[in-house]
């Protein structure tokens, strides 16, 4: 199996820039795909950024604000977040898609992400 901890939230000022940590354990060897979701108060959880053998994806409301990275020899992904504004504030969660014996998905415990006007 996979575990996931995720480090880096906080409070940061609109316009500012945080980065989030998530490190992997576990049998890393057999993820695939990373990525970052989020959560804000009373909304759906949505796909934030993921990455797929060193490609990745954005969703449109973070594409050239947000930068999403991948450590393979430290397993550990990396979300770059710069230009912030208040509707970015939420709960964030990393996710790893991994096969052993079948396909799997695992979540970490997130990490609070505030944005003050």
């Known amino acids: 199996q996979v575990q996931l901890v995720e480090s880096g939230g906080g409070l940061v000022q609109a316009g500012g820039s945080l980065r989030l940590s998530c490190a992997a354990s576990?049998?890393?060897?057999?993820?695939?795909?990373m990525g970052w979701y989020r959560q804000a108060p009373g909304k759906q959880r949505e796909l934030v950024a993921s990455?797929?053998?060193?490609?990745?994806n954005y969703a449109d409301s973070v594409k050239g604000r947000f930068t999403i990275s991948r450590d393979n020899a430290k397993s550990t992904v990396y979300l770059q977040m710069d230009s912030l504004k208040p509707e970015d504030t939420a709960v964030y969660s990393c996710?790893?898609?991994?096969?052993?014996?079948?396909?799997?998905?695992?979540w970490g415990q997130g990490t609070q992400v505030t944005v003050s006007s």
């Open positions: 576990g049998r890393t060897s057999s993820i695939n795909t």
């Open positions: 996710s790893a898609d991994y096969y052993y014996t079948t396909c799997s998905h695992s």
């Open positions: 990455i797929t053998s060193g490609r990745p």
